[in-house]
T-cell receptor, first 113, second 112 residues
Framework: GENVEQHPSTLSVQEGDSAVIKCTYSDSASNYFPWYKQELGKRPQLIIDIRSNVGEKKDQRIAVTLNKTAKHFSLHITETQPEDSAVYFC????????????FGSGTQLTVLP | DVKVTQSSRYLVKRTGEKVFLECVQDMDHENMFWYRQDPGLGLRLIYF???????EKGDIPEGYSVSREKKERFSLILESASTNQTSMYLC???????????FGSGTRLTVV
């Protein structure tokens, strides 16, 4: 199976600064890595994902990087805004099952005005 | 635009009651999952299903069962509700091989 560790558990940044959340995974056979954002009282929503044949992917202010050798991937948010405040979850899909995501424990991001 | 629907947003039940949480998806996904979410514990997998009438235990199946009689519907059953089952319950679904989940809005269950 797969194990995903996520750090930090809480992160506070000033509005306009960058935020970085890191995850490590255990199984080199994992090949899909999504990130979910969960605002207070709402469902987790997919914000960006990356597959193992790509090293980096960007979508406006958010980007994800993947280092397959080191087995870690990171979420980068630039020019943070108060509406970025939420819990962020990383996840990994193990190629062996191709069905079930293993989630990290989550990071509470707070953007201070 | 809602694609995964959970029947109740808030639910209050008494200890010992049998509780049904319903989840319906309209995306023809093969895979469906039930998670519970508690502060500081992240998302914990209770049960999942890859096909009709198929079910597999997740990490914390004790005290729960599931039913999947139709592809679009996956029910979570608390056979005899207890106070330690007070939690937020999230349903999700996905296509095999594509990875990404779509989550429902969640059911906040309180057992008194």
């Amino acid at each position: 199976g797969e194990n995903v560790e996520q750090h930090p558990s809480t992160l506070s940044v000033q509005e306009g600064d960058s935020a970085v959340i890191k995850c490590t995974y255990s199984d080199s056979a994992s090949n899909y890595f999504p990130w979910y954002k969960q605002e207070l009282g709402k469902r987790p929503q997919l914000i960006i994902d990356i597959r193992s044949n790509v090293g980096e992917k960007k979508d406006q202010r958010i980007a994800v990087t993947l280092n397959k050798t080191a087995k870690h991937f990171s979420l980068h948010i630039t020019e943070t805004q108060p509406e970025d405040s939420a819990v962020y979850f990383c996840a990994a899909l193990w190629e062996g099952s191709a069905r079930q995501l293993t989630f990290g424990s989550g990071t509470q991001l707070t953007v201070l005005p | 635009d809602v694609k995964v629907t959970q029947s109740s947003r808030y639910l209050v039940k008494r200890t010992g009651e049998k509780v049904f949480l319903e989840c319906v998806q309209d995306m023809d996904h093969e895979n469906m999952f039930w998670y519970r979410q508690d502060p500081g514990l992240g998302l914990r997998l209770i049960y999942f299903s890859y096909d009709v009438k198929m079910k597999e235990k997740g990490d914390i199946p004790e005290g729960y069962s599931v039913s999947r009689e139709k592809k679009e519907r996956f029910s979570l059953i608390l056979e005899s509700a207890s106070t330690n089952q007070t939690s937020m319950y999230l349903c999700a679904s996905s296509f095999s091989g594509r990875g990404g989940y779509t989550f429902g809005s969640g059911t906040r269950l309180t057992v008194v």
